[in-house]
């Protein structure tokens, strides 16, 4: 009974410590073989601390049958008495059958893991060609090589390195077996080893000190004469020599292959001589290679054979890499490189790719290529052919985010340690993550992930990947790179001495201020400077391309002066999509929106949100300034809380249209324009709306809290109610109200009366934002009559004394903010006036026309030009309205379509009703369109607003660019606009007058 009681009591321990087929364990550890060793706590303590217990007991009786008699024992009592000994030694047991293999072959090997020596822990070439030393022949340095290999692996799942050291270590044995390699070559060829020069250049990993365990080692072999030596002579025999080394690097036999020596990215491939001189290898780059050459030339490092010619090959063509940059299509062609690299994996392993896949190692490396590519033509610091030293340097200099650049050398740690220990196990060259549970097992517990190794390896790698893909789109694709890379080496760190002739050159009319901004924004060695050098030129050249180049660069160093200490202002400039172009076409395009994003910067970040140009709608900008009005302690305060919510949108407003205006590399220019109208009329709109909501409640709050004694409504009129307000627009109104029930009428029209005279005092609080006037003058009886009145008082003034010009006000009315039900009810009043059945008698319509020619006559302002004068000029913004309007009064009773306050939605119904033929309806949008154009360009250029073009040539160019004329052609922009309107004014003639 007592030997199943022992049976029960190590089952139950080895599965305790981490075996899975403790019944295979149990038979094991009853070997003869391992009866000194059987009862030995430790040791079953450090085989369950292993990745793979079972893998590495198997392979510790393996080892343990192989030895010799006479040794067994001394590795048994050194497993036992040793500790770093024992750790190293089952630690690579249970992580590499591969190199379990390799001890029972070779079951002294093992005392390479004895020593526990500071040159042991971090050797270096010298050390490893010292462990490959009197290895003359291909079959012993393989050995040698795994014997160093053993060694490598040891240190790197003892965690005595970690990733970046071990794979250091990598490629400091590839080299120092490289040169092993060349030197059996040359000793079996001596006749070829003494007419030619010949030395091995690393790329790709190898070059980058960040090699694989199992890797393609590539490589660039470079020949020349000895002295006195026929060249054509020495070629072939450099030729042999290469070929020799490749051989016995790359072929298989009983002890497996090193690795393969690829020898593909020497110029012209495979179809190119597999060595060349160094003035070809010359010639080759700077007449025929491509983008990715250039690329792969990054991590060129000589590593083996002629020293001296090494470092020449790599001297003369350095200059060529870091110019590389300034190619042709140079960003997109390394982008299209990438996306190739993707879609070429099969798509039954695309989610498992460690290595090529979306969010895998070649993400992390491309991006760092790339941006070290760009910014290293002025930076020798970036000049790094490893990974993580390159990104750090990208990080030191301001280049990537610290927080993006920790973030990705943290997942590209993970990612190659999995790969490590994935190739580690069989020592084959996969990226592939297993799919097997035992595999995914092992490998997770080979990476520290003990409670739920499969479940924790999913999630961390999932993680990883996810970070991965993010910071490469971010980093990879951002367009400041592509800007960057167009830039000639010398703009991209400006020198004061020749910086004055280039900003001159630029357009900049006063280089010399243009120059102490750049001193201000650019001087010193903070991390701030340094991203301002990267970014500066790139905004000049984009602020160049504007009206007023001086007032950009001006607006960006007022911007900075009033965000240099937001952590996140800069670096959403560097990263975030088109945020830096954006603000540059913003603060160069005119002064409202530099003013009213000085008067909050924080509004930027607006610039770098993909739905930041989005107008809010009303609903929700009515929310979030009643919850502002709610939250402020006085009527003052709401309506100043009020009036920075409008300031915001409205910055928000104009940057879009300025931006659709211009076109942008991510937002092309808005090819409809009146598309554009239609969204700046919608949003001024909405935002006004949602503004007199907020004063309103304001106003009531003050006097009578939540409830005012009557229902109180907001109707606006003209362009206002039509939905079609230019930035600078008043917002024309009535005011109407109903006394609550049991209020007395007298009271309840006092209090009506004090809120509107309220909330037109709160909205003319001086305020540098641009003004929200109120303008009540449509309403019955004019200036002289009163600013509300009930629903029954219109009712009764409209039934007695209303004349047709006010019908024909009333054609824009629609309720904008207070008692909805109130102002629906007033739109059922008017409608019958405004869409009069059997439409207007003559003598109603002979009387707009007497007065549309008497507005003509006596409202243009004296001196302006009546064929440049947006609103009453002629074929204008009037002419095409009254010519709307008249229609609408007509024919409204019988065409619902043309009853509708907004002007461009009335003619396209008239056009569709047959009222206007299709040419002169699409005369008369033209115009209109144009034209409100032109006042929206004019606030958006001065900053106030106006009807006619400006006569200061900066201006009229800015609103030139901003309605699509290039510079120097402004004379086109007043022809056209002369040309546009003249034909419209026929059609109104036609239309309007009955000419």
Not at 779 to 794: A, C, F, N
Not at 941 to 946: H, L
Request: with cysteine; aromatic share 6%; hydrophobic share 45%.
């Amino acid at each position: 009974m007592t030997v199943p009681g022992r049976r029960s009591s190590t089952f139950t321990r080895l599965l305790r410590h981490g075996f899975t087929d403790p019944s295979a364990a149990e038979r094991l550890l009853g070997l003869d073989e391992l009866a000194s060793l059987r009862d030995d706590s430790v040791l079953l303590d450090a085989l369950g601390a292993t990745a793979d217990p079972d893998l590495a007991l198997r392979g510790l009786v393996r080892l343990v049958e192989a030895q010799p008699e006479a040794e067994r024992t001394t590795l048994t009592t050194t497993l036992l008495s040793a500790k770093p000994f024992r750790d190293r030694l089952l630690g690579v047991l249970g992580t590499s059958e591969a190199l379990a293999d390799h001890l029972a072959r070779h079951p002294r090997d093992w005392q390479a893991l004895v020593t526990y020596e500071a040159v042991d822990l971090h050797p270096g070439i010298a050390e490893f060609e010292q462990g490959l030393a009197g290895a003359d022949e291909p079959v012993a340095l393989r050995v040698a090589y795994r014997r160093c290999l053993l060694s490598i692996a040891a240190r790197d799942v003892c965690g005595t390195t970690d990733v970046t050291q071990t794979a250091a270590e990598l490629a400091d044995l590839a080299t120092a077996t490289l040169r092993a390699a060349l030197r059996i070559a040359r000793a079996a060829a001596p006749e070829d080893a003494a007419v030619c020069r010949l030395s091995v250049i690393a790329m790709g990993k190898c070059g980058g000190n960040e090699l694989n365990y199992v890797s393609d080692v590539d490589v660039i072999f470079v020949g020349e004469a000895a002295d006195g030596a026929d060249e054509a002579k020495a070629l072939q025999a450099a030729t042999r020599l290469a070929s020799h080394l490749m051989r016995i690097c790359s072929e298989t036999t009983i002890e497996g292959a090193i690795w393969p020596v690829d020898a593909n990215l020497r110029p012209e491939g495979r179809n190119g001589p597999l060595v060349r001189t160094l003035s070809s290898h010359l010639a080759y780059y700077q007449r025929w290679a491509k983008t990715w050459e250039f690329q792969a030339l990054l991590k060129a490092r000589p590593v083996a054979g002629d020293a001296e010619l090494g470092a020449a090959y790599v001297d003369a063509l350095s200059p060529l890499v870091w110019q590389a940059a300034e190619r042709e299509n140079f960003v997109p062609d390394v982008q299209k490189m990438r996306r190739r690299v993707v879609d070429n994996i099969p798509a039954a392993q695309v989610d498992r790719e460690l290595k090529l896949g979306p969010g895998g190692l070649r993400d992390v490396e491309f991006a760092v290529q790339l941006l070290q590519l760009v910014h290293g033509r002025s930076d020798a610091t970036l000049h790094s052919g490893t990974t993580l030293a390159a990104l750090a340097a990208l990080a030191a200099g301001g280049y990537v985010g610290r927080a993006d650049a920790a973030q990705l050398d943290d997942a590209y740690r993970f990612l190659r340690a999995m790969e490590h220990r994935i190739q580690l196990f069989r020592l084959r060259r996969t990226h592939l993550v297993p799919e097997g549970a035992e595999d995914l097992r092992r490998l997770g517990r080979s990476l520290g992930l003990r409670t739920d190794p499969v479940a924790e390896l999913n999630r961390e790698w999932r993680r990883h990947a996810a970070v991965v893909r993010r910071l490469h789109e971010k980093l990879f694709y951002r367009p400041l790179l592509d800007a960057v890379a167009q830039l000639a080496p010398g703009e991209i760190r400006l020198s004061p001495e020749a910086a004055g002739q280039r900003l001159e050159a630029l357009g900049y009319a006063d280089p010399a201020a243009a120059l102490r901004h750049l001193e201000a924004l650019s001087s010193g060695v903070s991390r701030k400077a340094a991203i301002q050098r990267t970014l500066l030129p790139v905004l000049l050249g984009w602020f160049a391309d504007s009206a007023d180049p001086d007032a950009g660069l001006l607006g960006f160093r007022k911007v900075s002066d009033a965000l240099g200490k937001t952590p996140w202002y800069l670096r959403l400039l560097r990263d975030e999509g088109a945020a830096a172009e954006n603000l540059a076409r913003v603060l160069s395009a005119g002064r409202l929106a530099p003013d009213l994003l000085l008067r909050a910067p924080e509004a930027v970040a607006i610039l770098g949100d993909p739905e930041g140009l989005k107008p809010r709608g009303r609903e929700h900008l009515e929310q979030e300034i009643l919850a502002a009005v709610g939250r402020a302690d006085g009527a003052e305060q709401a309506v100043a809380a009020a009036r920075g919510v409008r300031r915001r949108e409205l910055f928000r407003t104009a940057a879009a249209d300025l931006i659709r205006s211009y076109g942008t590399e991510d937002s092309p220019r808005e090819p409809d324009p009146g598309a554009l109208v239609d969204r700046v009329g919608q949003a001024v709109t909405d935002l006004n709306a949602a503004t007199l909501a907020g004063a309103l409640r304001a106003a009531v709050r003050a006097e009578w809290g939540d409830t005012l004694p009557t229902r109180f409504a907001v109707i606006g009129m003209g362009r206002f109610g039509g939905h079609e307000l230019s930035y600078g627009s008043d917002a024309d109104v009535l005011f109407v109200h109903e006394p609550r029930e049991g209020v007395d009428e007298q009271e309840a029209a006092r209090a009506a009366t004090r809120v509107v005279t309220e909330m037109r005092r709160l909205l003319q609080l001086p305020t540098a934002d641009p003004p929200l006037l109120i303008d009540a003058d449509l309403r019955p009886e004019g200036k002289s009559g009163p600013m509300v009145r009930t629903l029954k008082s219109y009712e009764a003034y409209y039934r007695r004394w209303s004349l047709v010009w006010e019908s024909q006000a009333l054609l824009r009315a629609e309720p904008m903010a207070g008692d909805p039900e109130l102002g629906a009810r007033f739109i059922e009043l008017i409608d019958p006036l405004r869409y009069p059945m059997e439409g207007l008698g003559e003598e109603a319509v002979r009387e707009i026309r007497r007065l549309k020619a008497r507005m003509e006559t006596e409202r243009l302002p004296r001196g302006a030009d009546p064929t440049l004068h947006a609103k009453l000029g002629r074929g204008g913004l009037s002419d095409v309205e009254w010519t709307v309007q008249l229609l609408q009064m007509r024919h409204g009773w019988a065409e619902p379509g043309l009853r509708t306050t907004r002007t461009r939605a009335a003619l396209a119904a008239a056009h569709a009703a047959g009222l206007i033929p299709t040419e002169e309806a699409q005369t008369l949008d033209e115009a209109w369109v144009l034209a409100t154009r032109v006042r929206n360009a004019v606030m958006l250029v001065r900053g106030r607003p106006g009807d006619t073009f400006p006569s200061e040539p900066r201006e009229l160019a800015a609103v030139g660019r901003y309605l699509g004329y290039t510079p120097g052609h402004v004379g086109e922009l007043v022809d056209d606009y002369r040309r546009i309107t003249r034909r419209a004014r026929a059609v109104m003639e036609e239309l309007f007058y009955g000419a």
